[in-house]
């Protein structure tokens, strides 16, 4: 036979352990927490709901919700499966980590450095959230951001230093942080901090060039992702000073609607050709007017073109006698 018991439900108790109180609660935002106590709850009480229903239940948008699940497994706390969420009953958790002989290895001694490593990303995802997005980051960010840390293996403070860096660059549309973001991870390799700043030396140069360049081009605007490739190439690649480049760009009062493409097309050119310094191109320069004004100074041929050094007297002038003209007398009676 079934036993049971009247009670009243809504005065049940809903038991949330002291270690999520003392090891987990602080690192998370307050969404977050509400939103694990009422998984708690309904867990305990068997009652179902959707994501819309529980952003009506927490006075949030869905999106909000998605975010904060997220939060909860990088955590550790739950774990998303295709029917719904599982609690982690983080007592057995701790009790299985610190009380087994040491004897026996941990079952979770491999594990641990993955979920510190998790947690120290959803931090950063949560720092860059409440600086940059006033604690509302889109959940596509945090997905693109995790993309980064696997393919790029950037550490977590190199994130945040990559948002504030194109917060102060005053961009922030996602083709330009992902843009910068590939930039630092494929073409600098950088990973640490350490790597960041060294990088980031250099880029207080870079970013002194760039002014300069906006400043003689007269132009009021920002340079797009495109153009501050190419500026980057001049730098990082080629090497290039302001000096150098501002022999390139001089050249502008001579070309309509010079654009960076033009300019690139001039600097690639010494690069290719082997010059590395100011004076290899001012010489160079200085060779290419001197050929050319050298062209002009030439006479001009009855076609309108200047002749060509080697086509005059380059030919035998023939011989002829006078049987050979005499041939072509024609007699009185029609014969040769």
């Keep these: 036979m079934k036993i049971s018991k009247t009670e009243n439900k809504l005065y049940e108790k809903t038991m949330i352990p002291s270690v999520f109180i003392k090891e987990y609660l602080p690192g998370l935002p307050a969404v977050a927490v509400k939103l694990y106590l009422y998984i708690c709850y309904a867990a305990e009480n068997e009652i179902e709901c959707s994501e819309d229903a529980l952003a009506m239940i927490l006075n949030c948008d869905v999106s909000v919700v998605s975010e904060n699940i997220i939060i909860l497994e ?40 993955h979920l510190e490593k998790k947690y120290a990303r959803a931090k950063i995802q949560k720092a860059v959230s409440d600086k940059f997005f006033s604690g509302q980051m889109p959940i596509a960010w945090y997905n693109e951001i995790d993309l980064w840390f696997e393919k790029y293996g950037f550490e977590p403070d190199v994130v945040f230093l990559l948002f504030q860096h194109c917060h102060q660059n005053g961009v922030m549309t996602r083709p330009y942080i ?28 870079y970013k002194g060039i760039r002014s300069e360049i906006l400043k003689r081009l007269k132009w009021r ?24 480049i501002e022999i390139a760009l001089k050249k502008s009062v001579t070309k309509n609607n010079a654009t960076l493409a033009t300019f690139d097309a001039i600097i690639t050119s010494w690069y290719k050709n082997g010059l590395r310094t100011q004076e ?13 004004a050298q062209t002009k100074k030439q006479p001009k041929s009855e076609t309108g073109f200047a002749a060509s050094a080697e086509q005059k007297n380059n030919f035998t002038q023939r011989k002829y006698d006078e049987d050979y003209l005499n041939s072509f007398i024609v007699s009185e009676d029609g014969t040769k």
Aim: charged residues 35%.
């Design 74 to 113: 990088s955590m550790g706390l739950i774990t998303v499966e295709n029917d719904g969420i599982l609690i982690t009953d983080i007592i057995q958790k701790e009790i299985d980590r610190n009380y087994r002989l040491r004897t026996v290895s941990r079952p979770d001694d491999l594990q641990e450095t």
């Design 178 to 205: 992902r843009k910068v973001a590939e930039s630092w991870g494929e073409k600098y390799h950088i990973r640490t901090s350490e790597q960041l700043e060294a990088y980031m030396n250099s880029y207080e140069e």
């Design 221 to 244: 605007r920002n340079m797009n992702v495109y153009e501050e490739e190419i500026v980057e190439k001049w730098f990082y690649t080629y090497k290039y000073n302001l000096q150098i």
């Design 280 to 292: 290899e191109i001012l010489n160079y320069e200085e060779q290419k007017r001197s050929a050319y």
